[in-house]
Nanobody, 131 residues
């Protein structure tokens, strides 16, 4: 049974930084895609970034490129989302999600940002950015 759990949310002022963590357990595959999504109040889930557990290739939505960095510690099986230069519009509940295939596979089929590609989800962690 795969389990995913996020941590690290909080409140910061605009321009500040936060680092989210995502611990995944129960995986038997050597390569799978881990992603971060977010959902602001009254809005749909938005894909933020993904990283492939095997090759480490990363993918980002355009609005966070240059500000957010997704990384991983394979020894600890933890993924991170370093968020810098935060803006009020980054305020949302952030979710970590895990898929059963590689990020390259999802990207090749245009699914890297699709919620349906990720089978396992955490409970979410709140990020609030004040102006």
């Amino acid at each position: 049974q795969v389990q995913v759990e996020e941590s690290g949310g909080g409140s910061v002022q605009a321009g500040g930084s936060l680092k989210l963590s995502c611990a995944a357990s129960g995986y038997t595959d050597s390569s799978y895609c881990m992603g971060w999504f977010r959902q602001a109040p009254g809005k749909e889930h938005q894909w933020v970034a993904s990283i492939d557990s095997g090759g480490g290739r990363t993918y980002y939505v355009a609005s966070v490129k240059g500000r957010f960095t997704i990384s991983q510690d394979n020894a600890k099986n933890i993924r991170y989302l370093q968020m810098n230069s935060l803006k009020p519009e980054d305020t949302a509940t952030y979710y970590c999600a895990a898929g059963s295939m590689s990020c390259d596979h999802y990207n090749n089929y245009g699914l890297i940002g699709s919620r349906a590609a990720y089978q396992y989800w955490g409970q979410g962690t709140q990020v609030t950015v004040s102006s």
